[in-house]
Structures are given as structure tokens and as C-alpha cells.
Antibody, heavy 122, light 107 residues
Framework: EVQLVESGGGLVQPGGSLRLSCSAS????????MHWVRQAPGKGLEYVSA????????YYADSVKGRFTISRDNSKNTLYLQMSSLRAEDTAVYYC???????????????WGQGTMVTVSS | DIQMTQSPSSLSASVGDRVTITCRAS??????LAWYQQKPGKVPKLLIY???TLQSGVPSRFSGSGSGTEFTLTISSLQPEDVATYYC?????????FGPGTKVDIK
């Protein structure tokens, strides 16, 4: 079964840091671009960050650029999101998502993790 | 960046009704358009990609159409289990932005 399982969320103070992990199984992780999408409580979906299959190319939304770093370890089938200088507006459920097509093709997201909640509050 | 809009923002319809949701892109995106369904408290689910291709396992009452800047998601006969928020997403380039969503419920 194709599966993505996020971990690492929690309560953090403004200005703090957190690292999210996403463990992938059931598919050849190293062949797919991966992404993070977040959803603030009661709000819509916001595209956060992307990384190519070999990790050589990344993208960040303006709202997180310079504060978040996406990375991956293909030997461990794991995606990461290092978050620093966290703000209240970063409070959201963070989803790890997989491209439908392999080889860094431009494609929709066919598999979503269950999400991990990040709360930024003092 | 290309902006995505959706209309209406919410709708209420009866079981069996035909429901149409519109998604517009601020610039042409060819057919690089996906639709997702998010039921209350659940994870988003891919319904349609390439504007009109149904994802495996999605009921045939769902269909998509459009190209360029205007797209539609149609539910041919609304069912109680279709209560959800529907999002469009463009994926022709980064950022793969989502529309603001359309909330569908039963009248």
C-alpha cells in the first residue's frame, strides 16, 4: 500500500524551530517529486514547498522563503521540512504529498499523508 | 504568479441535483488542472487531473472539463457522501497553487 506518514508536529513558541518528517512506503520514493502543503484551521489549502526526485531542485512559497528548508533522504525514503523563525500564521496542518507521475513531471498530487499539526503560540 | 479563483464559494443543492463548480486561472494553464475533494475532518483526495481525467476509483458522476483559463467540475447527481469542499489546483509550473475552495452541502 502506498503510504505517507508525517511526524514531528507540535506546539512551539513564536521564533522557535521544528522539523517535520514524512516516511514514505509502497512506492519507489527516489523517483518522485515531493511537496508540503498546509492548511490553517478552518482555511483552504496552501502550497508550501517542493523538492525534485534527486533533491537537486527546490521551491518555496514566498510566505516561508528563508525560514523553511525542504530536504529528502532517498536512502531512508523520508522527506523533511525544517521550519525556523516560526510565526503564529504558520499554525496549520502540514501535509506531505506525492506527485502522481514520476520523474519530476508536472502533475497532480495523488497521495496525501494524514497530516501533522503545528501550533505556534506562546 | 498565476492566481486561481473558484465560484461559487459555497452551494447547497438537493440529492440528485446536477452541481457545477467553476475554476478560473489568471493566465492560461493549458490542461494542467486538478480537482480535489476534502470531506470534513479528512485528507484531500484527488478526483480529476489533466482537467478531465478521472482518477482511479472516483465515481463516474464526477467529471471535469475546460482548458486554458476556465474549468468546471460537475457532479451529475449529487449524493449525500459528496458533502465536501472542492479545490482546484494548477500544476503547469511552480507554485502549484490551489483555488480557495467551494463548499458543497445538501439542501
Amino acid at each position: 500500500e502506498v503510504q505517507l506518514v508525517e511526524s514531528g508536529g507540535g506546539l512551539v513558541q513564536p521564533g522557535g524551530s521544528l522539523r517535520l518528517s514524512c516516511s514514505a512506503s509502497g512506492f519507489t520514493f527516489s523517483r518522485y517529486g515531493m511537496h508540503w502543503v498546509r492548511q490553517a484551521p478552518g482555511k483552504g489549502l496552501e502550497y508550501v514547498s517542493a523538492i525534485s526526485s534527486n533533491g537537486g531542485s527546490t521551491y518555496y512559497a514566498d510566505s516561508v522563503k528563508g525560514r523553511f528548508t525542504i530536504s529528502r533522504d532517498n536512502s531512508k525514503n523520508t522527506l523533511y521540512l525544517q521550519m525556523s523563525s516560526l510565526r503564529a500564521e504558520d499554525t496549520a496542518v502540514y501535509y506531505c504529498v506525492k506527485d502522481r507521475g514520476y520523474g519530476d513531471s508536472l502533475d497532480a498530487f495523488d497521495i496525501w499523508g494524514q497530516g501533522t499539526m503545528v501550533t505556534v503560540s506562546s | 504568479d498565476i492566481q486561481m479563483t473558484q465560484s461559487p464559494s459555497s452551494l447547497s443543492a438537493s440529492v440528485g441535483d446536477r452541481v457545477t463548480i467553476t475554476c478560473r486561472a489568471s493566465q492560461g494553464i493549458s490542461n494542467y488542472l486538478a480537482w480535489y475533494q476534502q470531506k470534513p475532518g479528512k485528507v484531500p483526495k484527488l478526483l480529476i487531473y489533466a482537467a478531465s481525467t478521472l482518477q482511479s476509483g472516483v465515481p463516474s458522476r464526477f467529471s471535469g472539463s475546460g482548458s486554458g483559463t476556465e474549468f468546471t467540475l460537475t457532479i451529475s447527481s449529487l449524493q449525500p457522501e459528496d458533502v465536501a469542499t472542492y479545490y482546484c489546483q494548477k500544476y503547469n509550473s511552480a507554485p502549484r497553487a490551489f483555488g480557495p475552495g467551494t463548499k458543497v452541502d445538501i439542501k
